[in-house]
């Protein structure tokens, strides 16, 4: 089939699987290309070898995406691609016999040969415009906390969280309408505008400042039911690690002279997807709006690239860090490094025991809270002892015995997909029993161990943390909650976390090479958890997945 002939590409919302952002950006020593996401912290230029560390500017970043029509040649076989493909439909409509049966293949073939032929020939783009439009790109994570059922079996809560990415539009949509609803810019390449790309990127819509507004469909998912399968008695649901950047995208403005008469033709320049066909008033509202410069006064801003120095500034070990790490240690001293723009940098933490100090096996970090938790109708509560005393005054169910003056969280992404919100429940309700002894200072040296970095920084952390009150109920527990109990309790209480404190946890490693908790073998983290990589990152729930599951569910 000739390439005029193919189908056509996806459209936005086909095209943008989910999946963070790719931008672009270069080494500032070789100039090498790499991408980075969200996630990424540090990593080691491909090309000449330097550890690169990001940081994000104290502004919104602005990037622009990559574009595949360039000018008015791309332009016309888009058109053409089109008009072909409508054409099928045509063809097969007022050659159909009698009964409605369409004429055979070879004979649309021909005829759409011939079409093809004379659009070809007649076919010419009078005038093209490019613009840039700008668009918000928020990124986050839903996390929901549900006590509810499963049909008629017993009471349970579950904890699961879901990326969310959600793409609006930054442009005035009272003086113009691209035709982009249900646009996503999911897993799109990026790179930083810059103030010389300015000439070559425009001419720009102007963008307007995100408002409380745009966020409103993210609040609608917040107590939305996500997960089928589960009769939700009452649930708490929060927007996460909410990020945001502002991305322009091409788009073509396109007078097209045809068998038609003179028309406009609205190009998505980065789908290669023709939008719409505007009329004259609106073309001209849309190029009256372009200007030059939409950095304005506050000059460039995007993700920053510092050059900074690999080994270990105690031992000059030769430091190796995993993108994602916030911290890590360093495997010959035992040290915790911080990668910042200024080099790696010595950050306390403590290490943790359960009995005689472990030399050899695994540590996983989490990160510690001293809390203070305010109930209505109670005294302010320092310890975990008498926070279970306040939900179950007649006596603790089987199991349920958390204890200590401390808030835990795992300092890892587990959150996001089904195995991991399943751990990430199962160490809260272990870790928060569990009779650690929490000693500052390095991991001691003389063994044979793993430490695993963190990958969650503290600010994530305390956005996580009020879930772990929900997280410490098992089945047993979960069964003597209630509406008001959990309203009282939970929802409405009051929890105020203070002495941020890293440590990490001895786990041990066992056949399946999973790592079990000690004193609890059932309790176990899967290594495809800690390592991440793209096997996990296919692993993602997403609220559009999420939502179009339930939707099929119901209508099933």
Same mark, same amino acid.
């Given at each position: 089939?000739?390439?005029?002939?193919?189908?056509?590409?996806? +459209?936005?919302?086909?095209?943008?699987?989910?999946?963070? *952002?790719?931008?672009?950006?270069?080494?500032?020593?070789?100039?090498?290309?790499?991408?980075?996401?969200?996630?990424?912290?540090?990593?080691?230029?491909?090309?000449?070898?330097?550890?690169?560390?990001?940081?994000?500017?104290?502004?919104?970043?602005?990037?622009?995406?990559?574009?595949?029509?360039?000018?008015?040649?791309?332009?016309?076989? =888009?058109?053409?691609?089109?008009?072909?493909?409508?054409?099928?439909?045509?063809?097969?409509?007022?050659?159909?016999?009698?009964?409605? %049966?369409?004429?055979?293949?070879?004979?649309?073939?021909?005829?759409?040969?011939?079409?093809?032929?004379?659009?070809?020939?007649?076919?010419?783009?009078?005038?093209?415009?490019?613009?840039?439009?700008?668009?918000?790109?928020?990124?986050?994570?839903?996390?929901?906390?549900?006590?509810?059922?499963? &049909?008629?079996?017993?009471?349970?809560?579950?904890?699961?969280? !879901?990326?969310?990415?959600? =793409?609006?539009?930054?442009?005035?949509?009272?003086?113009?309408?691209?035709?982009?609803?249900?646009?996503?810019?999911?897993?799109?390449?990026?790179?930083?505008?810059?103030?010389?790309?300015?000439?070559?990127?425009?001419?720009?819509?102007?963008?307007?400042?995100?408002?409380?507004?745009?966020?409103?469909?993210?609040?609608? !998912?917040?107590?939305?039911?996500?997960?089928?399968?589960?009769?939700?008695?009452?649930?708490?649901?929060?927007?996460?690690?909410?990020?945001?950047?502002?991305?322009?995208?091409?788009?073509?403005?396109?007078?097209?002279?045809?068998?038609?008469?003179?028309?406009?033709?609205?190009?998505? &320049?980065?789908?290669?997807?023709?939008?719409?066909?505007?009329?004259?008033?609106? =073309?001209?509202?849309?190029?009256?709006?372009?200007?030059?410069?939409?950095?304005?006064s506050t000059g460039e801003s995007y993700r920053r690239v510092a050059i900074a120095a690999s080994r270990c500034p105690d031992c000059g070990h030769e430091a190796r860090l995993e993108g994602a790490a916030r911290v890590?240690?360093?495997? %010959?001293?035992?040290?915790?490094?911080?990668?910042?723009?200024?080099? *790696?940098?010595?950050?306390?933490?403590?290490?943790?025991?359960?009995?005689?100090?472990?030399?050899?096996?695994?540590?996983?970090?989490?990160?510690?809270?001293?809390?203070?938790?305010?109930?209505? &109708?109670?005294?302010?509560?320092?310890?975990?002892?008498?926070?279970?005393?306040?939900?179950?005054?007649?006596?603790?169910?089987?199991?349920?015995?958390?204890?200590?003056?401390?808030? !835990?969280?795992?300092?890892?992404?587990?959150?996001?997909?089904?195995? +991991?919100?399943?751990?990430?429940?199962?160490?809260?309700?272990?870790?928060?029993?569990?009779?650690?002894?929490?000693?500052? &200072?390095?991991?001691?040296?003389?063994?044979?161990?793993?430490?695993?970095?963190?990958?969650?920084?503290?600010?994530?952390?305390?956005?996580?943390?009020?879930?772990?009150?929900?997280?410490?109920?098992? %089945?047993?527990?979960?069964?003597?909650? %209630?509406?008001?109990?959990?309203?009282?309790?939970?929802?409405?209480?009051?929890l105020a976390l203070a002495s941020p404190r890293l440590v990490a946890v001895p786990f041990t490693r066992a056949a399946d090479d999973a790592l079990h908790a000690p004193g609890a073998p059932a309790v176990r983290i899967?290594?495809?958890?800690?390592?991440?990589?793209?096997?996990?990152e296919a692993q993602r729930a997403t609220v559009h997945r999420a939502r179009a599951g339930a939707d099929t569910d119901r209508r099933a």
């Open positions: 089939m000739p390439a005029s002939l193919a189908p056509r590409p996806p +459209g936005p919302a086909e095209a943008a699987p989910s999946g963070p *952002l790719a931008i672009v950006l270069s080494c500032p020593k070789c100039g090498a290309p790499f991408t980075a996401d969200d996630a990424m912290v540090s990593v080691s230029c491909a090309h000449c070898g330097s550890l690169l560390v990001l940081s994000a500017p104290g502004r919104d970043e602005i990037y622009v995406a990559d574009e595949t029509t360039r000018g008015r040649e791309d332009l016309r076989e =888009t058109v053409i691609r089109y008009r072909v493909q409508a054409e099928v439909a045509e063809i097969a409509a007022r050659h159909a016999d009698s009964e409605g %049966n369409p004429p055979a293949d070879f004979f649309i073939q021909a005829r759409l040969a011939a079409f093809e032929r004379r659009l070809r020939e007649t076919l010419q783009v009078v005038d093209a415009h490019r613009l840039a439009v700008p668009y918000w790109h928020l990124t986050g994570k839903l996390v929901q906390a549900t006590l509810g059922r499963h &049909g008629d079996g017993p009471k349970v809560v579950r904890l699961r969280a !879901w990326e969310v990415e959600h =793409t609006i539009p930054a442009y005035d949509t009272s003086r113009g309408d691209l035709r982009d609803r249900g646009l996503r810019l999911s897993r799109s390449r990026v790179r930083p505008l810059r103030a010389a790309d300015l000439a070559d990127k425009g001419p720009f819509l102007p963008w307007q400042p995100v408002t409380p507004q745009s966020y409103r469909e993210i609040d609608k !998912w917040k107590l939305r039911d996500l997960e089928p399968g589960i009769e939700a008695v009452t649930r708490k649901g929060e927007y996460l690690s909410a990020r945001r950047m502002l991305v322009y995208r091409a788009y073509w403005l396109a007078r097209v002279a045809g068998d038609g008469g003179l028309r406009w033709v609205l190009v998505d &320049g980065s789908f290669d997807s023709i939008a719409g066909h505007p009329e004259e008033e609106e =073309t001209r509202s849309l190029l009256e709006q372009a200007i030059a410069d939409p950095l304005r890590s240690v360093c495997a %010959n001293c035992h040290l915790a490094l911080e990668p910042r723009p200024d080099g *790696l940098h010595v950050r306390p933490y403590a290490h943790a025991r359960l009995g005689q100090v472990a030399l050899d096996g695994d540590y996983v970090p989490f990160w510690r809270y001293e809390f203070r938790l305010e109930i209505d &109708g109670a005294p302010a509560l320092t310890r975990l002892e008498d926070y279970a005393r306040v939900l179950f005054p007649q006596g603790l169910p089987m199991g349920f015995a958390p204890t200590g003056p401390f808030v !835990w969280v795992p300092a890892v992404r587990l959150l996001g997909t089904e195995f +991991g919100d399943q751990t990430f429940q199962a160490l809260v309700r272990w870790i928060h029993g569990a009779p650690l002894e929490a000693e500052d &200072g390095k991991i001691p040296l003389g063994g044979d161990c793993t430490a695993w970095p963190a990958t969650l920084d503290e600010a994530e952390a305390q956005e996580a943390a009020p879930f772990v009150l929900f997280a410490l109920h098992g %089945n047993a527990s979960a069964a003597r909650l %209630n509406t008001m109990l959990v309203g009282r309790t939970i929802l409405k209480a009051k899967p290594p495809l958890l800690l390592r991440g990589g793209p096997e996990l």
